[in-house]
């Protein structure tokens, strides 16, 4: 079945960091790709998504790229707050899966000032 | 974006008790609803599809008899946890949507403790 695995937290970095959270899929069919965040005491948010390859999201600084041949969908952002601490959700939802939302088990996310 | 709000955020229970865990949409209407359950380190694991006014829909290796799912008005689904055990301690999540291939939105999550 449909599975995605992200790289394990927790990842610490200082204030203007460079972040990359790792996140790759396996899928029957063609998936859409997503990122959501969870901040603390809050709910899921969606952060960006890709609908098809070689496609870019894009949100609040973050980027990824949805790379069919190395089937990824890595997380970037040039340069971090202490206010993007949360935890990160790599996911995607295939129609060959009825769109329903397949996760990875999060990234948490520590930045330091 | 729009607003679901579950809860409680924690609740501690008993052996053997049931907990019931609401999730509201409090601006749309919500024809469909999904609860997830994660297990620390672990992802997100689908337990159910619910759509307003009909039975819902489990994931395989879900027991529908001890998850009951409800989702009696377009803003709102309940979770029951029947006769808890300390296995069923977890973090529970609902999200909701409008409709069918449109954005679902999020409750914050409630942790269940069963002692």
């Known amino acids: 079945g449909d599975s995605v695995t992200q790289m394990e937290g927790p990842v610490t970095l200082s204030e203007e960091a460079f972040l990359t959270i790792n996140c790759t899929y396996t899928?029957?069919?063609?998936?859409?790709l997503f990122w959501y965040v969870q901040y603390p005491g809050e709910g899921l948010q969606l952060l960006l998504k890709a609908t098809k390859a070689d496609d870019k999201g894009s949100n609040k600084g973050f980027e990824a790229t949805y790379r069919k041949e190395t089937t990824s969908f890595h997380l970037e952002k040039g340069s971090v707050q202490v206010s993007d601490s949360a935890v990160y959700f790599c996911a995607l939802s295939d129609m060959e899966y009825g769109n329903k939302l397949v996760f990875g088990a999060g990234t948490i996310l520590r930045v330091k000032s | 974006g729009a607003v679901v709000s579950q809860h409680p955020s924690r609740v501690i229970c008993k052996s053997g008790t049931s907990v019931k865990i609401e999730c509201r949409s409090l601006d749309f209407q919500a024809t469909t609803m999904f609860w997830y359950r994660q297990f620390p380190k672990k992802s997100l694991m689908l337990m159910a599809t619910?759509?307003?006014?009909?039975?819902?829909?489990?994931e395989q290796g879900v027991e529908k008899d001890k998850f009951l799912i409800n989702h009696a008005s377009l803003t709102l689904s309940t979770l029951t946890v029947t006769s808890a055990h300390p296995e069923d301690s977890s973090f529970y999540i609902c999200?909701?949507?409008?409709?069918?291939?449109?954005?679902?939105?999020f409750g914050q999550g409630t942790r269940l403790t069963v002692v």
């Open positions: 999200s909701a949507r409008r409709r069918t291939n449109t954005e679902a939105f």
């Open positions: 619910s759509n307003e006014g009909s039975k819902a829909t489990y």
């Open positions: 899928a029957t069919g063609y998936p859409s």
